[in-house]
């Protein structure tokens, strides 16, 4: 799976997955990020199917979007 994002600035990003009962299950990215447009894959090998939650934090923005998982 593949999480893209756009940064107006230079920011620090976080991105992290939580399972449906809001338990965080993998810290994808952290860092440093330039203004423009991102991608960050996300490899669910070990994960059940399912409904999950990623979170990207960057500066004073954050956003919640659920993904759905299926084998």
């Known amino acids: 799976t593949v999480i893209s994002y ?4 230079r920011t620090n990003v976080i991105i992290r997955i939580y399972d449906i009962s809001g338990k965080e299950i993998r810290y994808i990215f952290q860092g440093l990020r ?3 447009e ?4 996300f490899n669910a090998s ?3 199917s399912g409904v999950y ?3 990207i ?3 004073d923005f954050t ?9």
């Open 6 to 9: 756009s940064l107006h600035e």
């Open 53 to 55: 939650f990623y979170r």
């Open 57 to 59: 934090e960057a500066g």
């Open 46 to 48: 070990g994960l059940a």
């Open 34 to 36: 330039d203004a423009g």
């Open 38 to 41: 991102h991608r960050v894959e």
């Open 63 to 71: 956003e919640t979007r659920k993904m759905v998982l299926l084998r």
